[in-house]
């Protein structure tokens, strides 16, 4: 109230700087009575005075708290009290102050008015009317949701706490109900969420501290009282927050503000946020309207000596920011905020002065004595800091300093001025520090499921010319020989051996193994026609896996490799003809280059080869054949998550058929004439991926 008077107050100078105000030089009039009646929506208020008044007094309103300050120059009080309660409708009461020549009437409101203003022979009439519909909510309080009676069973599930992508805090409430009554509202320093008629577990009312994920808010505590949930968010520094519901889940956002020293509200919401104000004056002086926005908005003004002249304005419910803003425009003036004092002067003035001060500072840094002072380094390579400072794309130190360093010691001596010394400290303090260690694991898994179906067939005929019951020569031989006849047995004697002879011989051809074989001979009575058929097949059905799983350790944001495998050597032709050994490597590696962001997660650039020979292939000579398999990408990991970050597989599938021509087609019989080959070969490689932080003081076990 005190600060609103004050503003009030200091109005009165530029309203009495009028035409009116000047010539109101005899007696002064006098406020004999105050009436206040209520008509429908409006409400009338009427001052009497002594005699009548020129002209309408000027006035302004201000949004917050609501308030209509009316001025009369030259005119007393003459109540007899400087304030008096009505609790007419929205009007609260009125305060009459009067100074040196001059007396202000403040009237209290319930809410923001709109008047209108009409003399009537001796009397002022104001008409007050609601400036904003009925019902709405009053800006200083957010309502997400109105309490509703029935909600006596809502209760808060779940609090969490997170930290965004860009440095804010994230504060997740999760409720039992969507509906649940949310008033937030900033209190001192704090910012306050009530939750009304909510109820919270005992095991979530509790202090968290969440000073070390590094955004502007330091604290959060949650109580119950009485009926209602509270939690305070207990900040640091500028900040600004912003809040949302999804379903049942309350999120608080809260922002840190970078202070602009050339604004006069900081935040990121864009456009004017000051406390609104209406104004109208006519041809009043620059340096007392610049004096009233001071005292209205509590910051200190300094206005300079060269700021003059007068400006007439009309503004009705306008940021303060805003009108101070119209009126730099206005008048050719810049200002410049520091802290709670706002300098305004001519922008050419301001330029010319900051110019001065920059080469002011730029020349005592040429004058400033050097100092010398050492840095013991305990993380950072003392060579690396002072390539970072003598940087020459980017140099840190003055140009009168130096670095240099000791190896042995990892100390780091710098010669420069005592604000350049500061600035030294205050970086290596931010990258001199403990680097955090990751371990990754990788699992690369490679199945195979092989599968194999061989069928051939072996015919031969064979027709001998000889007497009954004794065996001649070979009159006919289609495939075969004798001695399937059983002739080695003693069955058949004084008859030489066929050599061997097969009409069909397409007998199956397995991959690996020996194929198993079916014979049959058929002979007539005279042993003078054979005919012999043998079928081979063979199925083969095999499954393999095998598992690698390479472990590497590095700090964070360091590369690391870690590889196992065989060199091979093969020839290779120098440029004078000769020939040299050489080697290439045929290796399981695991390459990795971890980060660990500020969320707890890990981004990893991966790099793995799976590299075996390939004896299958010759090359004659020249070498031998490897087998590759690569990965390389770049993923982003939980600590302790895995991930699989690729997946080769394979499948052959093939049937081959030898045949002899026409005989082979001949339906029924066409398959003793055939050789046939079924393969289906699957091969499916996978790479799995586990990185876990370790903790400074405990190892990974």
């Known amino acids: 109230m005190k600060r609103v008077l004050n503003c009030l107050l200091g109005l009165i100078g530029a309203a009495t700087l009028t035409a009116a105000a000047v010539a109101a030089t005899g007696k002064p009039n006098s406020i004999e009575s105050m009436n206040v009646a209520v008509q429908g929506g409006a409400v009338n208020v009427r001052l009497n005075f002594a005699e009548p008044l020129k002209m309408v007094p000027q006035g302004f309103s201000v949004a917050s708290p609501p308030r209509?300050?009316?001025?009369?120059?030259?005119?007393?009080?003459?109540?007899?009290?400087?304030?008096?309660s009505y609790n007419e409708g929205e009007l609260k009461g009125a305060n009459i102050v009067q100074s040196e020549g001059r007396t202000r009437v403040v009237l209290n409101l319930n809410r923001p008015m709109t008047y209108e203003a009409s003399l009537d022979g001796n009397s002022l009439l104001l008409v007050l009317n609601p400036s904003k519909k009925e019902g709405e909510v009053a800006p200083q309080v957010e309502h997400f949701s109105k309490p509703m009676s029935s909600q006596s069973g809502t209760s808060i599930r779940d609090i969490s706490f997170r930290r965004g992508k860009d440095g804010e805090a994230r504060i997740l409430v999760e409720l039992s109900d969507p509906n649940a009554g949310i008033d937030i509202r900033p209190q001192g320093e704090n910012l306050v969420v009530d939750f009304v008629k909510v109820g919270?577990?005992?095991?979530?009312?509790?202090?968290?501290?969440?000073?070390?994920?590094?955004?502007?808010?330091?604290?959060?505590?949650?109580?119950?009282?009485?009926?209602?949930?509270?939690?305070?968010?207990?900040?640091?520094?500028?900040?600004?927050?912003?809040?949302?519901?999804?379903?049942?889940?309350?999120?608080?956002?809260?922002k840190q503000i970078i202070e602009n020293p050339n604004k006069l509200v900081q935040g990121s919401r864009g456009g004017y946020q000051g406390e609104k104000l209406s104004l109208n004056f006519q041809n009043v002086d620059v340096r007392r309207l610049l004096q009233v926005i001071g005292e209205f908005t509590g910051m200190n003004m300094v206005v300079s000596d060269s700021v003059g002249g007068s400006i007439t304005l009309i503004l009705k419910d306008v940021p303060w920011d805003q009108a101070l803003d119209i009126i730099l425009q206005q008048k050719g003036l810049d200002m410049r905020k520091n802290g709670n004092v706002i300098l305004v002067a001519p922008r050419e003035e301001i330029a010319t002065k900051e110019k001065l001060e920059f080469e002011s500072k730029a020349q005592i840094g040429d004058l400033e004595p050097l100092r010398t002072e050492s840095f013991q380094l305990n993380y950072q390579k003392a060579e690396e800091i002072k390539k970072l400072l003598t940087d020459s794309g980017q140099r840190m130190l003055s140009k009168r300093g130096s670095a240099v360093f000791d190896a042995r010691t990892n100390i780091l001596f710098v010669q420069d001025t005592a604000s350049r010394l500061d600035d030294v400290r205050q970086l290596i303090a931010k990258v001199d520090l403990a680097v955090r260690q990751v371990m990754i694991e990788a699992r690369i898994v490679e199945a195979g499921d092989s599968f194999a179906k061989n069928l051939g067939v072996r015919l031969g005929f064979h027709q001998m010319a000889g007497k009954t019951g004794q065996i001649g020569s070979a009159q006919t031989v289609v495939g075969g020989k004798l001695t399937d006849t059983g002739h080695h047995t003693g069955q058949i004697?004084?008859?030489?051996?066929?050599?061997?002879s097969l009409g069909v011989n397409l007998p199956a051809t397995p991959r690996s193994g020996n194929a198993g074989a079916f014979s049959v001979i058929l002979y007539n009575s005279a042993r003078t026609r054979f005919l012999n058929a043998e079928i081979s097949a063979l199925e083969a059905d095999g499954k393999a896996k095998v598992v690698s799983s390479p472990r590497v350790m590095t700090a964070n944001q360091i590369e690391a490799i870690?590889?196992?495998?065989?060199?091979?050597?093969?020839?290779?032709?120098?440029?004078?003809?000769?020939?040299?050994?050489?080697?290439?490597?045929?290796n399981l590696s695991l390459k990795v280059k971890p980060q660990i962001t500020p969320d707890g997660r890990i981004t990893m650039t991966l790099e793995i080869n799976k590299d075996t020979p390939n004896s299958s292939i010759n090359l004659q000579g020249a070498g031998i054949a490897i087998d590759t398999k690569h990965v390389k990408t770049e993923v982003l990991v939980d600590n302790g998550g895995t991930v699989v970050i690729g997946g080769i597989y394979t499948q052959k599938t093939s049937e081959s058929t030898n045949r002899i021509p026409f005989f082979g087609d001949l339906p029924y019989i066409g398959w003793l004439f055939r050789n046939r080959e079924w393969i289906d070969d699957k091969t499916e490689l996978l790479v799995f991926i586990t990185p876990r932080i370790l903790n400074e003081s405990l190892s990974l076990r």
């Not at 004697?493 to 061997?500: A, C, H, I």
Request: glycine residues 6%; charged residues 20%; negative net charge.
């Open 493 to 500: 004697e004084d008859t030489p051996d066929f050599t061997d």
């Open 68 to 84: 209509i300050a009316l001025d009369f120059p030259n005119v007393v009080n003459g109540l007899g009290r400087n304030s008096q």
């Open 562 to 586: 870690i590889e196992q495998g065989t060199e091979i050597p093969y020839q290779q032709a120098t440029s004078s003809g000769a020939t040299s050994v050489s080697f290439r490597k045929a």
């Open 200 to 254: 919270v577990p005992e095991i979530l009312r509790k202090r968290l501290d969440v000073t070390d994920f590094a955004t502007p808010v330091t604290t959060v505590n949650t109580v119950q009282q009485g009926e209602n949930v509270r939690m305070t968010i207990i900040p640091r520094g500028l900040w600004e927050h912003n809040a949302y519901q999804t379903d049942n889940q309350f999120v608080i956002e809260v």
